[in-house]
């Protein structure tokens, strides 16, 4: 019998996405589906571990009008290779793709299922940039689409609990699966706890928002009003570094903060994020942060690091009796600063917590047994 084929499309992620690549299609070409992945990318297509990567053009210009109509673009080349492969199972990634979805439900007789990797509507809400008018336009569009894939698609997936409860009580969904973002054990664990002389004290990777370096400069700020100095390391994507840099002068907090903008390869992450011996994640308390759980929790915790968090629903659960990492009222520099300081005056708990952390890891929250769920999610509607 050949080969189930699959497909999954996005038009905004990058092909080398975790959660798309190295998480799901990874995962379902080694379990033997004929896994196929529609994203941007500058060659036209390419092939690695066994997945098929097409081209459905070059990633954006940042410009708005132009980001815009190759978009449109990219949707219409996404639309025609899904039609032209003909899968047993169409993947979405991404809300804009759910009409793309729904025309190819009504039209072939495969399955379809949208991957919501956070909560669209509360993400709009907090765009402050936006004028009302057009922020609230933008989420009753978002509502109805989300409302049209809950009850047409074949099933809906969301990377945490609390998106699910969306799914589910709000619209009503007809299948709702939870697959966690966590950790690739295989990318963490051959990896050494990092040393007590570490070359920096609290790390920070992946998207870097304003917003998270605003809480981070003001404790610091803490840190020295108090006499103490630490050193920070941020590094990923930071779409306002110019004006983070310029804060850094402004603030002379440049001794004390590395921000380093380089994207760098998935599994080159952990050997440079154990370059610090404590993790740090300074959620805001905005409506994006009430259902989504930061993945790098889970990556501190399998390098074997405490981590200072803010103290948002998402994460209690996972971390809440404080026996492998520390949290405090959100936007609260004080209460961070007394968090770092205890962890850093004190070796013996920040490898205690540590180890705490890490076996939670690898018994229960790593991609190994989530994968399972994506595994038997597909098994059941092919």
């Known amino acids: 019998m050949a080969a189930r084929r699959v497909v999954h499309i996005s038009t905004v992620h990058q092909p080398f996405d975790q959660r798309i690549f190295y998480r799901e299609c990874a995962t379902l070409a080694a379990a033997g589906y004929e896994t196929h992945l529609l994203a941007p990318l500058p060659?036209?297509?390419?092939?690695?571990?066994?997945?098929?990567?097409?081209?459905?053009?070059?990633?954006?210009?940042?410009?708005?009008?132009?980001?815009?109509?190759?978009?449109?673009?990219?949707?219409?080349?996404?639309?025609?290779?899904?039609r032209r492969l003909q899968a047993d199972l169409y993947h979405l990634h991404d809300p804009e793709l759910i009409p793309l979805g729904l025309w190819l439900k009504a039209t072939t007789r495969a399955r379809v299922v949208f991957d919501c990797h956070e909560n669209n509507t509360a993400y709009i809400r907090q765009k402050r940039h936006l004028h009302p008018f057009a922020r609230a336009g933008l989420e009753s569009g978002m509502t109805m689409l989300e409302?049209?894939?809950?009850?047409?698609?074949?099933?809906?997936?969301?990377?945490?609990?609390?998106?699910?409860?969306?799914?589910?009580?709000?619209?009503?969904?007809?299948?709702?699966?939870?697959?966690?973002?966590?950790?690739?054990?295989e990318l963490f664990l051959n990896q050494p706890p990092p040393s007590d002389d570490a070359p920096f004290d609290l790390v920070y990777h992946g998207t870097i928002?304003?917003?998270?370096?605003?809480?981070?400069?003001?404790?610091?700020?803490?840190?020295?009003?108090?006499g103490r100095r630490a050193r920070w390391l941020f590094f990923g994507k930071c779409p306002e570094a110019a004006?983070?840099?310029?804060?850094?002068?402004?603030?002379?907090?440049?001794?004390?903060?590395?921000?380093?903008?380089?994207?760098i390869p998935h599994d080159?992450?952990?050997?440079?994020?154990?370059?610090?011996?404590?993790?740090?994640?300074?959620?805001?308390?905005?409506?994006?942060?009430?259902?989504?759980?930061?993945t790098k929790l889970f990556e501190f915790m399998a390098l074997g690091m405490p981590v200072v968090l803010s103290d948002l629903p998402p994460s209690r659960p996972?971390?809440?009796?404080?026996?492998c990492a520390l949290m405090v009222a959100p936007d609260d520099s004080e209460a961070y600063a007394e968090a770092?300081?205890?962890?850093?005056?004190?070796?013996?708990?920040?490898?205690?917590?540590?180890?705490?952390?890490?076996?939670?890891?690898?018994?229960?929250?790593?991609?190994?047994?989530e994968a399972q769920h994506l595994l038997a999610l597909y098994s059941e509607l092919l």
């Open 147 to 185: 409302y049209r894939a809950a009850r047409s698609f074949d099933a809906i997936i969301t990377a945490d609990r609390g998106v699910a409860d969306l799914y589910m009580h709000r619209f009503k969904a007809r299948r709702v699966i939870t697959i966690h973002n966590f950790p690739q054990l």
């Open 209 to 226: 928002p304003r917003y998270h370096l605003e809480v981070t400069f003001a404790v610091a700020e803490a840190l020295r009003r108090r």
């Open 318 to 323: 996972f971390v809440g009796d404080g026996r």
């Open 268 to 294: 080159q992450v952990a050997a440079r994020v154990r370059q610090a011996r404590i993790g740090f994640i300074p959620l805001p308390d905005l409506p994006k942060f009430q259902h989504n759980i930061p």
């Open 340 to 369: 770092i300081l205890r962890l850093l005056d004190d070796p013996a708990l920040r490898r205690a917590m540590g180890e705490e952390g890490r076996a939670r890891v690898i018994n229960e929250f790593n991609w190994q047994r």
């Open 43 to 82: 060659v036209k297509q390419l092939k690695r571990q066994e997945v098929q990567i097409h081209s459905v053009g070059i990633p954006s210009v940042q410009r708005l009008r132009l980001a815009i109509g190759q978009r449109w673009q990219r949707m219409q080349r996404a639309a025609m290779l899904a």
């Open 243 to 263: 004006w983070a840099q310029a804060e850094l002068a402004r603030r002379d907090l440049q001794a004390d903060i590395v921000l380093d903008p380089t994207m």
